[in-house]
Structures are given as structure tokens and as C-alpha cells.
């Protein structure tokens, strides 16, 4: 019961489940975005598989925890005045509903496809201010769902922390730094990947940093979306570099990548 109530919170805050686009294109509704192609870059994916990934997808705990460390600190209960205002979950479903007509569909200025083949370009800046809807509503959820967790336990006061773990067994230790031959086995793992930059490729929707090999023969690239384009001043330096990439593996098309957001995030190897 406890899963359920977290997974209802958690997914009545992610603004497109809860609604769905009626239009003559979608007589019968859009599933909530996930027949509304669009394109984020090079990428075809449903409207609202774009709003899930939003938050991340890392299964590592110690990701997550931090993660939520951040969210609290920038939004204290304080600064969410739909803690006070909004208290039952048929406001907060909504709540999410104005928010994804809002934020979602830009009160239907949004284009989009119901055919991948057709799928249109995202607008520049939507991913960016759609995270940070995103990681309100998160904030959000964590304080309504802790009040609810707080309520049924009959606690007085904070939902108390686990004890500290007492399991004695050997763990499995994840290295820091691999190479690029093995991001492959630690998707969704927040890792700092090394090799040499063989090809940088920039495109109107893309750029990509390839690692020890060019386009398809290339074990591993970095990927720069044109929102953050602009905080990278020349990365035609990189090439030729033996070079350190840091952030969350992901999979695309079956080979891995990391998504860099700011040049923090890729250095020379050797350089402090």
C-alpha cells in the first residue's frame, strides 16, 4: 500500500497524467502526449515520455537522494504556496492539468505529429523550461507525499530516516573512471567516462563528441543539445584530446552517451 501511495503522488505531479489532447487530429485523445510525436534533437519520442525523463532516470539511490537534497533547498515549503491552497488529490490532479495545458501544450501552440515520420522540432528553449516546472512539481510531491506518509503513520512530527544499514556483506564497488568500451554495462549510472576525442560534429539540432572512433564505430559520444550549445566556447580544442566526460550514462540506439549540460562536465585529462 505504501509503493501505491507513492507511485499515485509521484505520477498525479508529472502534468501529462493528467489529461489528454482532444483535436480533429486526436479525435479520441492523445494518451496523454504519448501519441504527440515530437523532436528533441535528432529523437522521435511521444510528448510525454519527454516530461517522464525530466527528472532523470538514474536507479542509483545515492543519485536520487541528492538529487532531492537539491530540490529542497531550492524550493522550501515556503516558497510552495499550493501546499496550503491545493490539499486534496482531486487539487492536485488539477493542479497538473493547467500545468500541462500551460507548460505541456503552450495552450496549443505546441505542434506535433501523430506519425513519427512527421514528428516536428521541440521549440528552442521548451525542454529547459519544462525541467523546471518539472523539478517544482517534484518538490512538491515530496512534501504532499511525506504529510500523507506522515498522516497514516500517525507521526507527531518529520517522517523519521531509516535506521543505518547493518548488512555486512561485501558490496560491489562501482569505479569512479572507466573507459569507453565499458559505459555500456552502467546505464542510468552517473560515471566519469575517459578516452580521446576522434570527431566533433555539429548539427542545427545536435552536436556530438565522438570518443575513440568516428560516427557509428565510435564506442561512446558526448552529446551537446543547441539550448546549451552556447556555454561551450571552443570545442574544436577538445579534438585530438584524451578528455574525461562526467555525467549519467544513457542508452540511445543501443550504444551509450552522456548528455553534457554544461562545459564543467568535460575536461582534458591531466588539467585541474
Not at 505529429?113 to 522540432?121: G, H, W
Not at 498522516?151 to 561485501?170: D, E, H, M, N, R
Not at 579534438?239 to 575536461?267: F, W
Request: aromatic content about 8%; overall charge negative; charged content about 25%.
Amino acid at each position: 500500500m505504501l509503493s501505491y501511495l507513492v507511485h499515485l503522488v509521484g505520477d498525479e505531479h508529472q502534468p501529462l497524467h493528467c489529461e489528454s489532447l482532444f483535436t480533429a487530429d486526436y479525435p479520441e485523445g492523445d494518451k496523454g502526449g504519448n501519441s504527440f510525436y515530437v523532436k528533441p534533437g535528432q529523437r522521435v519520442v511521444g510528448l510525454h515520455g519527454i516530461w517522464d525523463s525530466l527528472l532523470g532516470s538514474s536507479a542509483n539511490p545515492r543519485t536520487q537522494y541528492n538529487y532531492a537534497i537539491e530540490l529542497q533547498a531550492q524550493y522550501p515549503r515556503t516558497s510552495l504556496p499550493e501546499l496550503t491552497s491545493h490539499t486534496t488529490p482531486k487539487d492536485w490532479s488539477l493542479e497538473s492539468r493547467e500545468l500541462a495545458i500551460e507548460r505541456g501544450y503552450l495552450r496549443g501552440e505546441l505542434k506535433g505529429s501523430t506519425s513519427r515520420d512527421e514528428a516536428p522540432e521541440l521549440p528552442a528553449g521548451y525542454t529547459k523550461n519544462a525541467k523546471v516546472c518539472a523539478e517544482r512539481q517534484g518538490a512538491l510531491a515530496g512534501y504532499r507525499l511525506a504529510d500523507e506518509i506522515g498522516k497514516y503513520l500517525k507521526l507527531a512530527g518529520p517522517v523519521p530516516l531509516l535506521p543505518k544499514s547493518t548488512f555486512t556483506g561485501s558490496p560491489t564497488l562501482v569505479p569512479k573512471k572507466i573507459g569507453t568500451v565499458d559505459a555500456q554495462k552502467y546505464y542510468d549510472e552517473e560515471m566519469v567516462v575517459t578516452g580521446k576525442v576522434v570527431q566533433i560534429t555539429s548539427r542545427p539540432t545536435v552536436t556530438f563528441i565522438n570518443l575513440d572512433g568516428s560516427g557509428p564505430s565510435s564506442p561512446f559520444t558526448a552529446v551537446i543539445f543547441p539550448d546549451n550549445l552556447g556555454k561551450f566556447k571552443d570545442l574544436q580544442k577538445f579534438k585530438g584530446q584524451d578528455v574525461e566526460i562526467s555525467g549519467t550514462i544513457q542508452e540511445y540506439r543501443g550504444k551509450p552517451e552522456i548528455i553534457l549540460e554544461g562545459p564543467e562536465q568535460i575536461k582534458v585529462l591531466g588539467e585541474k
